[in-house]
T-cell receptor, first 113, second 112 residues
């Protein structure tokens, strides 16, 4: 079946602009995660959704970052007033439930100039 | 807090050599353990997993055994191929965890 998909695959934006990154999880997976991966590092947790609600947003670095999952499927990560330090690969993952193996999308490479 | 420490890379091997990538963890309790692989230009793929002590995960010739005594989950393969060149990540989670903790990754290059 279809895996996790993410769009766009690449996004270049200017400092101060707003961006939205989209994730389409595996059908039927109730748990959805966002991670950020910097060069040479492992993914770092940002936020976890169980269904429509953000069950844990403790990894979001500051209030410029926000994510939604209004219908319990597709999720959007929103970044306001982007900064150069936000440049990274943003990964989305889904799993059948919390604590199970996670299936990752290909990521969105965000570059803030 | 819970964390994973991986052997630093990069690792360069000749084809058919034996591979070991070390992974140790620090956690309160007994997590599930995973190895993920990231091929060039692709996303992370689950390679193998183990959910309790002494379990052995295996896939594509790779193996890792969950060792509670040494809090380790080392990845091994008896004979690597050029196509195994990738970055390998060790990771852990608990059944009631909201995230997965990853190591920094180990880059493997296999030369013909």
């Amino acid at each position: 079946g279809a895996g996790v998909s993410q769009t766009p695959s690449n996004k270049v934006t200017e400092k101060g602009k707003y961006v939205e990154l989209r994730c389409d999880p595996i059908s039927g997976h109730t748990a959805l995660y966002w991670y950020r991966q910097s060069l040479g590092q492992g993914p770092e947790f940002l936020i976890y959704f169980q269904g429509t609600g953000a069950a844990d947003d403790s990894g979001l670095p500051n209030d410029r970052f926000f994510a939604v999952r209004p219908e319990g499927s597709v999720s959007t990560l929103k970044i306001q007033r982007t900064e150069r330090g936000d440049s990274a690969v943003y990964l989305c993952a889904s799993s059948p439930a919390r604590g199970y193996e996670q299936y990752f999308g290909p990521g969105t490479r965000l570059t803030v100039t | 807090g819970d964390s994973v420490t991986q052997m630093e890379g990069p690792v360069t091997l000749s084809e058919e050599a034996f591979l070991t990538i070390n992974c140790t963890y620090t956690a309160t309790g007994y997590p599930s353990l995973f190895w993920y692989v990231q091929y060039p230009g692709e996303g992370l793929q689950l390679l193998l997993k183990a959910t309790k002590a002494d379990d052995k995960g295996s896939n594509k010739g790779f193996e890792a055994t969950y060792r509670k005594e040494t809090t380790s989950f080392h990845l091994e393969k008896g004979s690597v191929q050029v196509s195994d060149s990738a970055v390998y990540f060790c990771a852990l989670t608990f059944y009631n965890n909201n995230d997965m903790r990853f190591g920094a990754g180990t880059r493997l290059t296999v030369k013909p």
